[in-house]
């Protein structure tokens, strides 16, 4: 009887294995589209001053809006791009939609930075700050709008280029993040000769962080950490008021989670950051 069972676990898994395979392979053949026709927007999450609530910018999270299987999440799509030959296509075209998006706002008599999401293949572009200061020079935006957060993915990529491609970045004024800190290897030696201006706390450490000491250690010492490089700690995926209580008690004064606001449509934000309202909303 066990024995059936465990058999029949294991087939409903690998059937559940071939359908993502299928997916995959589909969404694979239909990349084409997404970048041609404009399928990939952006949503937006607040990043907030822990104390007052006050928005001090946005993130630019990318969403596949799919023609037949819906809006789908970066997990379904980023590494089939970077797998595929358009990668560093994508990366100027998540450059070109931020920087957009900064031009409509200002029509509105915003400036809200906005930070971007790059990976090390993004990076390989050897034109790619090219590419953005003028875009940023062409709608007369300031470089101090658009950030980027550096996600590590797992690669094999030079680290010194890619350092070297982001100091050139941070020269001409645009803020650097390390994205995810805590989760990858490289990222004490980015800090340091760098000068980023922003560690984001990695979520894992977050949750439960209200009940888990070895957390609250771990964070504490990303706090130190950040205070002697002289940048602002920024903890990611904050869901409940006892994580912000606990985050701002350790020192940490700025973060991003649930608990102040999802991501959102441009509209949406818009209207958000119009308004001038602290987070969360009552
Ligand atoms: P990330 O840059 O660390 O973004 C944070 C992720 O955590 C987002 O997931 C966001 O929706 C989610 N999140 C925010 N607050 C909370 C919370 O309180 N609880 C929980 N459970 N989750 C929260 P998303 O949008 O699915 O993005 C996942 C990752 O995909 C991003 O992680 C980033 O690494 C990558 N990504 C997103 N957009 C782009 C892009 O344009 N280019 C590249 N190369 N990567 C991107
Ligand atoms: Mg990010
Ligand atoms: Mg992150
Ligand atoms: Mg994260």
Redesign the pocket.
């Known amino acids: 009887y066990e024995a059936k069972q465990k058999r029949s676990g294991w087939s409903i898994f690998s059937e559940r294995n071939t359908q993502l395979g299928h997916q995959r392979l589909r969404l694979r053949a239909d990349l084409e589209g997404a970048l041609s026709e404009w399928q990939i927007k952006f949503h937006y999450?607040p990043k907030v001053e822990l104390n007052s609530g006050n928005v001090i910018g946005v993130?630019?999270?990318?969403r596949w809006y799919h023609p037949t299987d819906g809006i789908l999440?970066?997990?379904h799509f980023?590494d089939l791009i970077e797998q595929s030959g358009r990668v560093q296509e994508f990366g100027r075209y998540?450059i070109q939609s931020a920087i957009q998006q900064l031009a409509l706002w200002k029509t509105q008599g915003l400036s809200t930075p906005i930070a971007?999401?790059?990976?090390p293949y993004?990076l390989l572009d050897p034109d790619l700050l090219d590419f953005t200061l003028a875009l940023l020079k062409q709608h007369s935006i300031g470089t101090k709008q658009l950030e980027i957060?550096l996600?590590e993915s797992s690669t094999s990529i030079n680290i010194d280029y890619i350092a070297s491609r982001l100091g050139d970045f941070k020269r001409a004024g645009i803020a650097l993040a390390i994205?995810?800190f805590g989760t990858g290897m490289s990222s004490l030696s980015y800090i340091s000769n760098l000068n980023v201006n922003d560690i984001k706390i990695d979520?894992s450490f977050i949750s439960d962080i209200e009940k888990d000491l070895k957390k609250q250690a771990i964070v504490s010492a990303a706090i130190t950490l950040a205070t002697s490089f002289d940048c602002n700690a920024i903890a990611?995926?904050?869901?409940t008021k006892a994580q912000s209580d606990i985050l701002i008690k350790m020192g940490c004064l700025y973060g991003?989670?649930?608990?102040f606001a999802k991501?959102m449509r441009a509209d949406e934000v818009e209207a958000l950051l119009l308004s001038n309202t602290s987070l969360p909303l009552a």
């Open positions: 999450q993130e630019a999270l990318a999440a970066p997990v980023i998540v971007i999401n790059l990976s993004n957060e996600i994205d995810d979520r990611e995926g904050i869901e991003q989670g649930y608990y991501p």
